[in-house]
T-cell receptor
Framework: GAGVSQSPRYKVAKRGQDVALRCDPI?????LFWYQQALGQGPEFLTY????????KSGLPSDRFFAERPEGSVSTLKIQRTQQEDSAVYLC??????????????FGEGSRLTVL | AQTVTQSQPEMSVQEAETVTLSCTYD???????LFWYKQPPSRQMILVIR??????QNATENRFSVNFQKAAKSFSLKISDSQLGDTAMYFC????????????FGKGTKLTVNP
């Protein structure tokens, strides 16, 4: 497709379940980012990939959060043993730039996670 | 740590009027980029306008322009001739040049354009 695609769009999980969120970036985009957007807040950085290398994971809130991009294209954000505070929209974004990225990101529509 | 502050949680404007959204930021760096992103209801976030800190000239994109005051660390967005399609959340964002790749966002301003 032409844009960043995320799936599922909506996910309801029971507390303690594991979830996996998928991101298909724009073809050829080098950089891929995950952000977490709580209700009524701005996006908060989680992690950043340049191709398959995870260069920054400083925003991951706990070791229950794990992200990968094994072939430098599709990325998966996994959350283990979900908690209610994990409820948020998870945004994926990609950029054709690498290195000194100017911050021009192309966002997907997000995956809305609700933990009951 | 860099922070971005948007002091107006909500604003409204009449169609065809002009509105200004405020943003201030805090950084000790000298080279950086500033952005305004738009997030329409249930749709993806898109870039509205970008400003490089080393450029004194304010960026303009059609009906959208910024007032960049580097010394005051202020970066406001002016929307002229507001249209119904401008109704959205607007986020101010910041990134260092040469540092981490992560964008730092403000909490956003919800703009409603009334007919």
């Amino acid at each position: 497709g032409a844009g960043v695609s995320q799936s599922p769009r909506y996910k309801v999980a029971k507390r303690g379940q594991d979830v996996a969120l998928r991101c298909d970036p724009i073809s050829g985009h080098v950089s891929l980012f995950w952000y977490q957007q709580a209700l009524g807040q701005g996006p908060e950085f989680l992690t950043y990939f340049q191709n398959e290398a995870q260069l920054d994971k400083s925003g991951l809130p706990s070791d229950r959060f794990f992200a990968e991009r094994p072939e430098g294209s599709v990325s998966t954000l996994k959350i283990q043993r979900t908690q209610q505070e994990d409820s948020a929209v998870y945004l994926c974004a990609s950029s054709p730039f690498s290195g000194r990225a100017p911050g021009e990101l192309f966002f997907g529509e997000g995956s809305r996670l609700t933990v009951l | 740590a860099q922070t971005v502050t948007q002091s107006q949680p909500e604003m409204s404007v009449q169609e065809a009027e002009t509105v200004t959204l405020s943003c201030t930021y805090d950084t000790s760096e000298n080279n950086y980029y500033l952005f305004w992103y738009k997030q329409p209801p249930s749709r993806q976030m898109i870039l509205v306008i970008r400003q490089e800190a080393y450029k004194q000239q304010n960026a303009t994109e059609n009906r959208f322009s910024v007032n960049f005051q580097k010394a005051a660390k202020s970066f406001s967005l002016k929307i002229s001739d507001s249209q119904l399609g401008d109704t959205a959340m607007y986020f101010c964002a910041f990134i260092n040049q040469g540092g981490s790749e992560k964008l730092v966002f403000g909490k956003g301003t919800k703009l409603t354009v009334n007919p």
